[in-house]
């Protein structure tokens, strides 16, 4: 009799062991290259917290800033894998899965965030978050960083001064053909690499918004930065179909909303920090800022703009048609 008490107890310990670990949180891994005093880094935070409040019983988000898991060249691949379930890539990495996102990239496009909100709010720019679905993707929602601005070891005030400069790009090859239109090199080079190559000075200089700039210290190895405002720096936070749709339909509502808030949390901040970082690069005095004259501005647009129907049957006409309408 006692033998078959202690087999029974064992039995209950173990069913009750096993109900314990079904019940563990799922981790969901939110994989990024930037630091976390960035927007992206605040929203992936907020995403973080907002979950563990609302449905931490069933899943714990773990965050991953500064490539510490995956760089940028990797992170899309990752996602797909099942290795990390949330990224947030920069718009001009979707460009092998999609070219219609290549509209982001075009330099000049767009005259303000403003403008930029106004498209991503509208009937094409909610389209484009649909782009890659048919490569497993699910785009849930765009979160800003800002307009770009070119750092350099040399003065840029006129395209003439980016000939023959080596700049580093992201993967994009509409962000190429920007810098070969003015007789640069562009260099696709990881995010994770550019401080290292801007220090060594294996490169001449960079493009990026004053968030990055700032947290990542570019300023410090960067002489000069050109407030060119010529293109904007977006991201598309991003999961894997398969992860997504095997969700129970109540919890993914749950984290759909929290990803939502986060969105516009982060891009509170980002509103927020352009004037902030930029004040705190100048009150560095590592950097000059160079603001351009209109007359040097518009030899950069005229310069640069030609890209556009370089790359228009990629992206499509009504597309960038679209994104010329938010600027009114």
């Known amino acids: 009799m006692n033998k078959l008490k202690t087999m029974l107890s064992a039995v209950a310990l173990c069913a009750g062991m096993t109900a314990f670990a079904h019940a563990a949180p799922e981790t969901i891994k939110f994989s990024h ?4 005093n960035t927007p992206k880094g605040q929203m992936a935070l907020k ?11 069933k899943y714990v988000v773990e965050v991953y800033p500064n490539s510490q898991l995956f760089g940028d060249g990797k992170e899309m691949e990752a996602l797909l894998l099942g290795d990390i ?3 947030a890539p920069s718009l001009s990495k979707f460009s092998k899965y999609t070219k219609k996102l290549q509209v982001y990239d075009l330099p000049f496009l767009f005259k303000d965030m403003e403008a930029v ?6 009937e094409a720019g909610q389209a484009l978050l ?5 490569k497993g993707l699910v785009g849930l929602g765009y979160l800003h960083n800002g307009l770009k601005q070119l750092s350099a070891n040399d003065p840029l005030r006129v395209p ?9 790009i992201m ?11 003015v007789d640069a090199v562009p260099l696709k080079k990881p995010f994770s690499e550019v401080f290292t190559l801007l220090q060594t000075r294996a490169i001449d200089g960079q493009e990026n918004t004053w968030s990055n700039i700032y947290s990542k210290k570019f300023f410090e190895v960067q002489p000069y930065i050109t407030e060119s405002n010529h293109g904007v720096l977006d991201y598309m936070v991003t999961t894997s179909t398969e992860f997504w749709m095997t969700l129970p339909d109540a919890d993914r509502e749950v984290l759909q909303k929290a990803l939502a808030e986060s969105v516009a949390h982060g891009n509170a901040i980002a509103n927020d920090k352009v004037m902030k970082d930029r ?22 647009v005229e310069v640069m703009k030609p890209v556009w129907s370089q790359f228009q049957n990629e992206i499509g006409a009504e597309i960038i048609e679209a994104a010329v309408a938010s600027n009114q």
């Open 279 to 300: 004040k705190s690069i100048m009150e560095s005095g590592r950097s000059e800022i160079i603001t351009l004259s209109d007359a040097e501005r518009q030899q950069w």
């Open 171 to 181: 993967s994009s090859d509409v962000l190429a053909a920007q810098f070969e239109a």
């Open 47 to 57: 995403f973080r917290d907002l979950v563990a409040e609302r449905i931490g019983d």
């Open 85 to 87: 379930q949330f990224i």
């Open 160 to 168: 003439s001064d980016a000939d023959g400069k080596k700049f580093r």
């Open 130 to 134: 649909e782009s890659v679905k048919s």
């Open 117 to 122: 909100d106004r498209f991503q709010q509208s």
């Open 33 to 36: 290259v930037v630091a976390e």
